[in-house]
Nanobody, 123 residues
């Protein structure tokens, strides 16, 4: 079965850190752009970071730049999102997604989604 399985997330106070993981099962991420997205209550799902295909260039949305870091471990077929200096406005459900051989992580082109994980930043 082809799927992305997420782990991590939870509750954290402002300024805290969390790490999300997204492991691919049944396929390799080597031929995909890999992205992290988030959806806050009442809002649309937005891309926050992407590793593109084929050169593996990384980009971040301005809202997370300098605080979040995306990385991948090919041996584990897993992508991570390290989130530091978390703020209440980071509260959302976070999703990983992959796009077949794409330069960008366009949400409407995602082939597989992770199941989502809640991140709540409370003061």
């Amino acid at each position: 079965q082809l799927q992305l399985v997420q782990s991590g997330g939870g509750l954290v106070q402002p300024g805290g850190s969390l790490r999300l993981s997204c492991a691919a099962s049944g396929f390799t991420m080597d031929n995909y752009a890999i992205g992290w997205f988030r959806q806050a209550p009442g809002k649309v799902r937005d891309e926050i970071s992407c590793i593109n295909y084929p050169d593996r260039a990384i980009n971040y949305d301005d809202s997370v730049k300098g605080r979040f870091t995306i990385s991948s471990d090919n041996a584990k077929n897993t992508v991570y999102l390290q989130m530091n200096d978390l703020k209440p406005e980071d509260t959302a459900i976070y999703y990983c997604g992959v796009v077949w051989r794409a330069l960008e992580c366009v949400k409407t082109s995602v082939n597989y989604w992770g199941q989502g994980t809640q991140v709540t930043v409370y003061s």
